[in-house]
């Protein structure tokens, strides 16, 4: 990630992780990053995959995209 993308501040939190302000290093336009830790969220995988699914399929420029 560090290679394409410049994360900067935090600027918010969800469920699953954080979300950083950030800028694509090859484009220049800034990016929402949602860093999410397995880790800690070892009891809600399914959850997360299922957020990943949902929103994977969206096509509006106001949700992540996957």
């Known amino acids: 990630m560090d290679d394409i993308f410049d994360k900067q501040e935090l600027i918010g ?3 699953f ?10 484009t220049g336009e ?5 860093v999410v830790d397995l880790d800690d969220a070892e009891d809600e995988i399914e959850s997360i995959q299922s ?16």
């Open 17 to 26: 992780g954080e979300v950083f302000r950030g800028r694509d290093k090859k």
């Open 13 to 15: 939190k969800g469920s």
């Open 51 to 66: 957020e990943i699914s949902i929103l994977s399929q969206c096509a509006c420029p106001f949700i992540v995209k996957y």
């Open 30 to 34: 800034e990016v929402a990053i949602k």
